[in-house]
Every structure is written in structure tokens, then in C-alpha cells.
């Protein structure tokens, strides 16, 4: 949405905190979608309103609230949630460092899947060995704005399906596509 054509005002500036604390205080805007901004959008959002801009200005989160965000990027609050409805997880351990990480391989043997908390795709990986899991995980924790990756014993093999799927407040639901993969 860059086009002067669509929007009333183009701003070419660094996606930064900053730079939009200053649009969002010349702007004045009513509301905020960041689920429009893909994993960047997200963790904008959840700069803003930890600064408190968003709340100096009266900007409304639409679409996504923060809690909801901070559920689904937030590796352990995501298991906890899971957890908590009686969804199975695979055996996993939240970790901020690597000697945690290496403790958590000597438990469960490898390959053990890396997954940065509120990072972009392809930030994380498979690790089969102490070396792999080393390289991975300091490259987790570095990425990681809240220095967090989360650890999952592997299910390779496993087919996987990822469903996205929109619902409103009167729990109307679209699927908006399915997604599905096998490994050998």
C-alpha cells in the first residue's frame, strides 16, 4: 500500500519504532492492522504498544490483539496455550542460552528443531548434531528480539498440515488456504 494512488500519504522511512512513533504523531490514525505487515508488521505492533505509543495516541490494535500476538510469538506462551486446550505438543524446552540447549539434547537425543520466538521464516532449522545445534541456536538467540528459541524433539516423518484460517467476532470462519508437506 505505497501507492499514492491508494494511500493519502506515502512515508519512505526505516521501519523503525521511531519512525513511526512520529508517523502514527502526525497521523493521528484511529487504528493499527498489523497482521497486514506479515512477522515484521507483528513485532512493530508489539514495539509500539510496549513503548506506549500506541496508547498516547489512542491507536487501537485491529484484528489481532496484543495478548493474542505475544500467544502465538512467544514460544512458551504458545505451548503453555496449546497445553492448556489439550492439544499435544512435542516434548519441548524453552531456552535463552546454550548450555540449556545442549541440556536439553543430552535428554532427548537429536535432530531437535530450533524456532526462534518472533522471528521471520527460516530463522531457526533442524540441528543433528552438537555442532549444528550450537551454530543454529546462537543465531536463534541473536535474531530473537526477546532472545528466546524454542526446542522441539523432531518429528520428521510426520505429515504436517497448517490451516489459515480467518474468523470474526461472531466466529464466522474462511479458510483461507491449507498447506501440507510429507517427509521421507
Known amino acids: 500500500m505505497t501507492g499514492s494512488d491508494i494511500a493519502g500519504r506515502v512515508y519512505i522511512e526505516p521501519l523503525t519504532c521511531e519512525s513511526l512513533a512520529a508517523i502514527i504523531e502526525e497521523e493521528r490514525p484511529q487504528g493499527l492492522l498489523p497482521t497486514l505487515g506479515g512477522q515484521t508488521g507483528l513485532n512493530l505492533a ?9 496508547e498516547r495516541f489512542g491507536v487501537e490494535m485491529l484484528g489481532a490483539s496484543l495478548e493474542s500476538i505475544l500467544m502465538a510469538e ?5 505451548k503453555a496455550t496449546m497445553l492448556s486446550i489439550g492439544e499435544p505438543v512435542p516434548l519441548s524446552a524453552t531456552v535463552v542460552d546454550l548450555d540449556n540447549a545442549f541440556s536439553f539434547a543430552r535428554k ?3 535432530p531437535i528443531i530450533v524456532r526462534p520466538a518472533f522471528t521471520l521464516g527460516g530463522t531457526g532449522g533442524m540441528a543433528r ?10 543465531k ?18 510426520w505429515k504436517e498440515i497448517e490451516y489459515e484460517v480467518m474468523r470474526d467476532g461472531q466466529n ?6 491449507i498447506k501440507g508437506n510429507a517427509s521421507k
Open 140 to 157: 536463534g538467540l541473536k535474531v530473537s528480539p526477546i532472545g528466546q528459541v524454542l526446542l522441539e524433539k523432531s518429528v520428521a516423518g
Open 129 to 138: 548434531t552438537e555442532e549444528e545445534l550450537a551454530v543454529i541456536v546462537g
Open 74 to 78: 512467544d514460544r512458551e506462551l504458545f
Open 172 to 177: 464466522n470462519c474462511v479458510t483461507i488456504c
Open 46 to 54: 508489539c514495539l509500539l504498544a510496549d513503548e506506549g505509543v500506541l
Open 108 to 110: 532427548t537425543g537429536y
